[in-house]
């Protein structure tokens, strides 16, 4: 298997050089709607392939949400399958949103359709839940240090129903979302310029400053846009961490489609705000 530099190291480079900027592809029933296309194959076709076109040589990520494409079975996975290949081609790196989790050979399974270089769904890094246990991953994890790839983990999500999971105190002291952090910082240790485990984290949860978030790996940052946040947000809520956030914006950029330059001028946008936020500027 042909193995690909590390994922950090490629994400690093493409956040310095593209903006640090995920735009998510979720072409669910109301933004299709919005686009003027039908809830169907064709218009989930047109709206992928419309986006890849306009994102796919300039953001750093494009992160397309599985489900939105399984829903239409056979026929909307093949469009997953070529928006994937399209974008990978046009320089983007790829997070696929499919937050998949379970145990032994299922999750080898599941981590080779995403992470193994000759699936078609091939991505540069994949969304996994740690909640049957962070040792159930082990399965993905071995597999994108093999392929080169990554891994983003839920570890404090964006969702109000997420706390009840993720701030639970365990027998330590130390919540559950606090020890996913610890898992993935141990992974990360001495590689550079950036560890290829990263953690999920919602731009929208406030005063993060009790966990230690600086985990030498990346954190994919939803809840910028529609639920709230803004770039300006990001030092507040991830300190010293703002460096390695990846901001994932999704209806923010996509509601100005179908038009390609529109929807490029608002990614632009986005990313140079987030640059500014992050560096000081």
Not at 72 to 83: C, D, I, M, N, Q
Not at 185 to 208: C, K, Q, R, W, Y
Not at 243 to 261: I, M, Q
Request: glycine share 12%.
């Amino acid at each position: 298997m042909t193995v690909l530099e590390p994922f950090g190291a490629r994400l690093r480079r493409a956040m310095d050089e593209r903006g640090p900027l995920c735009v998510g592809i979720d072409p669910h029933a109301s933004l299709l709607a919005e686009w003027g296309l039908n809830d169907d194959v064709a218009g989930l076709e047109r709206f992928s392939r419309t986006v890849v076109e306009a994102m796919a040589d300039r953001v750093a990520v494009l992160k397309p949400q599985s489900a939105f494409f399984e829903r239409f079975g056979s026929r909307g996975v093949a469009v997953l399958e070529k928006s994937v290949e399209e974008a990978r081609a046009a320089g983007a790196l790829v997070v696929m949103d499919a937050k998949r989790g379970d145990i032994g050979s299922t999750m080898a399974a599941y981590a080779e359709s995403f992470l193994h270089k000759d699936s078609p769904l091939f991505s540069d890094a994949l969304t996994v839940s740690p909640y049957l246990g962070y040792g159930s991953l082990s399965p993905a994890v071995a597999l994108a240090r093999e392929s080169g790839t990554g891994l983003f983990v839920l570890a404090l999500t964006s969702n109000p129903e997420g706390g009840e999971v993720q701030h639970a105190v365990r027998a330590d002291g130390r919540t559950v979302g606090a020890t996913m952090l610890a898992h993935l910082a141990a992974e990360n240790v001495g590689e550079e310029p950036l560890g290829s485990f990263g953690a999920v984290v919602g731009a929208t949860l406030g005063d993060l400053s009790s966990y230690e978030l600086d985990i030498n790996g990346p954190l994919l940052a939803p809840g910028i846009g529609a639920q709230g946040a803004t770039p300006a947000d990001l030092p507040r809520v991830f300190g010293a961490a703002a460096r390695n956030v990846v901001p994932n914006v999704s209806r923010g950029v996509l509601r100005h489609g179908p038009d390609v330059v529109a929807l490029r001028d608002a990614a632009s946008r986005f990313a140079d705000e987030v640059s500014a936020a992050v560096s000081g500027g």
